[in-house]
């Protein structure tokens, strides 16, 4: 059974930064996991969870365009392991940070707990 694990969130002053990681473990997930199109989404209070950005195994991006510029994604395959670079962060930022694959999975597949980011002053 595949297991997501979120991790590098907290609490940070606008204009700062933070690293976010997601370590892939079980099931053919994890076994094909440099074959696939993995991806950050995040989920604010009373929102709908959102994309955030993508990354296709040949190392293509794509990013939401309220986080271009900002934001970039990375993967590291041997180590099943995605990241998230994020800088110049906004209070608008502020929400529960997910990886999963891509497309987005429904919200009755499995998600990881998240990792929360809070950008306030």
């Known amino acids: 059974q595949v297991q997501l694990v979120e991790s590098g969130g907290g609490l940070v002053q606008p204009g700062g930064s933070l690293r976010l990681s997601c370590v892939a473990s079980?099931?053919?997930?994890?076994?094909?996991?440099?074959?696939?199109?993995m991806a950050w989404y995040r989920q604010s209070p009373g929102e709908p969870r959102e994309f955030v950005a993508s990354m296709l195994s040949n190392g293509s991006t794509n990013y939401a365009n309220s986080v271009k510029g900002r934001f970039t994604v990375s993967r590291d395959n041997a180590k099943k392991t995605v990241y998230l670079e994020m800088n110049s962060l906004k209070p608008e930022d502020t929400a529960i940070y997910y990886c999963n694959r891509f497309p987005k999975p429904t919200d009755s597949e499995y998600w990881g707990q998240g990792t929360q980011v809070t950008v306030s002053s």
């Open positions: 079980g099931g053919i997930f994890s076994i094909f996991f440099s074959m696939r199109t």
